[in-house]
């Protein structure tokens, strides 16, 4: 499991950020996938639409959209294969763009002076730079934006991977990291780090963590603490024949502030992927991580509801159209008051002697104080209005100070929110898609990459954009919580082929898989657990 995703959900759980449900709701199974190529615009498209303030605006315009489309499905096929061939569809509209821009150009430069065709240039290569890919997302369908901004995260994940290589070079280079220490004969005597090595490649956690994008520190890091996990739970993994159904579906994530002196409200989810939320500032009642509540996610149409369990009666907020929540007003709302504290002291060891008067010598505090609240149920009258979304912060996890355990030390992306998907879904012909809070991750076969994803609320019910850039796909969710949707998508990821010290390598690996009808399952395992967003019915590919 990814390290990110893991930090975030720890994190989420301490801070009380609290998640939403499945939605018991139909959404119109989406047609098939196909090529994104077809929800590009065509060259006639784009002069039929693209006008400037005058001809030559018009024209510079239209040379720089054509320009861009062609480093538009360059990148597309980069993501998927770099270096490998277009496909017959992605070669007819380069060929198409390059001719159009080519064309228009010469015209342009055959029929006007020098100084027009001078402001032509400089029109031509400022909107190439910063208007075009605007422009181009007015034109084109949602199969090709989808797949594109699946392409955009792939890219933005070797950056990142490049970047990370290129800090572990310079480690090496300046005598750190583990290679320069495996098999040195100083260093490494008994050839512990050497033995290490060749086990890391033949670890599957920490192969997968490392081909889903993570760094190894990171992947190691995550392996540290589900090792100690497994000591501390060593039957967390073994599966329980008592445990509920798993959860999956559509949730919702945010902090919605309300109104100065009025209540607000977190949604999220809790490490297990159950949908919860937590009142705010609800008069002297408590808000922490004990006093999360249960919520249901309903669907009418366009219309969204969250029904909070409650006493003594539940609490509905809708979803209004310009993202606030729009609460019931005067409730009353069940909760906790603090009514005193207790101190409790702990006794401590130090340098083997206990703690005490009885003439031992503690070299410091002999024992630790610590006051404790004391809660009593209470029911307040508030008010829960309208409220707004509160823009999410980066996640900040802090240094432990102890060894690999510092692979958490990170800021990590803020949370997204609004409507996202939880939970494991299996399909009937083996792509499985588990969904984190950020992004999906697909697995076909051997193959298995991260893909970004959407959810949209269209009137026919929830759909869900998987943004993969080797093949976007639409999912419908149906009343009983399954996933519907139609076609095959290619997974383009990639294998560990070594480890030698801080590098890695990896082999391009990629395979295809029908998609059709998912239905929840459990995580992998309970240990290693993850969860995620989602899209809509109206759309098709």
């Not at 009343?479 to 949707?485: C, F, K, Q, S, V």
Request: with cysteine; aromatic share 6%.
């Amino acid at each position: 499991m990814k390290m990110r995703q893991k930090a975030a959900l720890l994190l989420f759980c301490m801070t009380g950020m609290l998640a939403a449900h499945q939605a018991p709701v139909l959404a119109q199974a989406p047609r098939a996938s196909g090529d994104y190529t077809a929800a590009l615009p065509s060259v006639e498209e784009v002069k039929a639409k693209l006008k400037g303030a005058d001809p030559t605006d018009t024209v510079a315009r239209q040379v720089a959209v054509f320009t861009y489309l062609q480093t538009y499905v360059s990148r597309i096929k980069d993501a998927r294969n770099y270096g490998g061939p277009f496909t017959p569809a992605e070669q007819k509209l380069m060929g198409d763009y390059s001719l159009a821009a080519y064309q228009l150009s010469q015209n342009f430069t055959k029929t006007h002076t020098p100084a027009e065709v001078n402001t032509f240039q400089q029109l031509e290569g400022k909107y190439e730079i910063f208007n075009a890919r605007d422009w181009i997302k007015q034109l084109e369908g949602q199969q090709a934006a989808d797949t594109y901004s699946g392409t955009e995260a792939s890219l933005a994940q070797s950056y990142k991977q490049h970047e990370e290589k290129l800090q572990r070079q310079m480690k090496q280079d300046q005598g750190g990291g583990r290679s320069s220490i495996a098999g040195d004969p100083v260093l490494d005597p008994m050839g512990i780090f050497a033995r290490g090595e060749a086990n890391r490649v033949n670890d599957p956690e920490l192969r997968r963590c490392l081909e889903l994008g993570e760094s190894l520190d990171a992947c190691e890091g995550a392996g540290a603490l589900e090792g100690m996990a497994s000591l501390l739970m060593p039957f967390a993994e073994k599966p329980d024949p008592n445990q509920p159904p798993p959860v999956a579906g559509v949730v919702f994530v945010g902090a919605y502030q309300g109104r100065s002196g009025l209540a607000s409200t977190d949604f999220g989810t809790n490490l297990g992927g159950s949908p919860v939320a937590i009142i705010r500032d609800c008069g002297s009642l408590v808000a922490n991580i004990a006093d999360t509540r249960d919520y249901t996610l309903r669907k009418s149409g366009n219309a969204v509801q969250l029904e909070l369990a409650n006493e003594p009666n539940p609490i509905v907020v809708t979803l209004q159209a310009d993202g606030t929540l729009s609460g019931p007003g005067s409730v009353l709302v069940k909760g906790r008051i603090v009514t005193g504290y207790s101190m409790t002291t702990k006794t401590v060891m130090v340098d083997g002697a206990p703690a005490g008067p009885q003439g031992y010598d503690c070299n410091g505090p002999c024992s630790t104080s610590s006051s404790v609240p004391n809660y009593a149920p209470k029911i307040e009258r508030c008010t829960i209005g309208s409220m707004a979304l509160m823009p999410p912060k980066p996640v900040v996890t802090h240094k432990t100070g102890i060894g690999m355990l510092d692979a958490f030390s990170a800021t990590n992306t803020p949370l997204v929110t609004g409507l996202r998907m939880t939970g494991r879904y299996v399909g009937n012909s083996g792509l499985t898609l588990e969904f984190g809070n950020d992004a999906v991750i697909l697995d076909c076969g051997k193959a298995h990459a991260k893909s970004p994803y959407t959810v949209e609320n269209a009137p026919a019910g929830f759909v869900v954009h998987v943004q993969n850039g080797s093949g976007a796909f639409l999912l419908g969710v149906a009343p009983d919580n399954t996933l519907r949707g139609s076609g095959s998508t290619t997974v383009s990821g990639k294998l560990v082929s070594s480890i030698r010290g801080d590098n890695v390598s990896f082999t391009p690996h990629s395979e295809s898989c029908s998609v059709g009808a998912f239905a929840a399952r459990s995580k992998r395992n309970t240990v290693r657990a993850s969860g995620g967003p989602i899209g809509a019915a109206s759309a098709t590919y």
